[in-house]
Nanobody, 126 residues
Framework: QVQLVESGGGLVQAGDSLRLSCATS????????MGWFRQAPGKEREFVAA????????DYAASVRGRFTISRDNAKNTVYLQMNSLKPEDTAVYYC???????????????????WGQGTQVTVSS
């Protein structure tokens, strides 16, 4: 049984930092691309960042580039999202997702990911 479990969300002030973790089990983690998405109330789920299995290929949404960093530890079957300089517009439920394969063209679409976590709430106050 595949499980993705996010943690690390919370309530912070603008300018603060948070580190999200996504621990996985039941899948060959080192062979999966991993992504972070977020969904604010009344909005569609949107791409935040993705990292290829080797960790050498990474991409970010323009809205978070330079502030967020995605990384992975294949020995721990875990992917991370370091979020710095948080803004109120970053408030959302953050989800991690696993994909057997993604390309530059497909990494931003949720439908290309095979497995999802339950999400963790991030709230940034102004």
């Amino acid at each position: 049984q595949v499980q993705l479990v996010e943690s690390g969300g919370g309530l912070v002030q603008a300018g603060d930092s948070l580190r999200l973790s996504c621990a996985t089990s039941g899948l060959a983690f080192s062979t999966y691309a991993m992504g972070w998405f977020r969904q604010a109330p009344g909005k569609e789920r949107e791409f935040v960042a993705a990292i290829r299995p080797s960790g050498r290929s990474i991409d970010y949404a323009a809205s978070v580039r330079g502030r967020f960093t995605i990384s992975r530890d294949n020995a721990k079957n875990t992917v991370y999202l370091q979020m710095n300089s948080l803004k109120p517009e970053d408030t959302a439920v953050y989800y991690c997702a696993a994909a057997t394969y993604i390309s530059t063209a497909t990494m931003t679409s949720p439908r290309n990911y095979n497995y999802w976590g339950q999400g963790t709430q991030v709230t940034v106050s102004s």
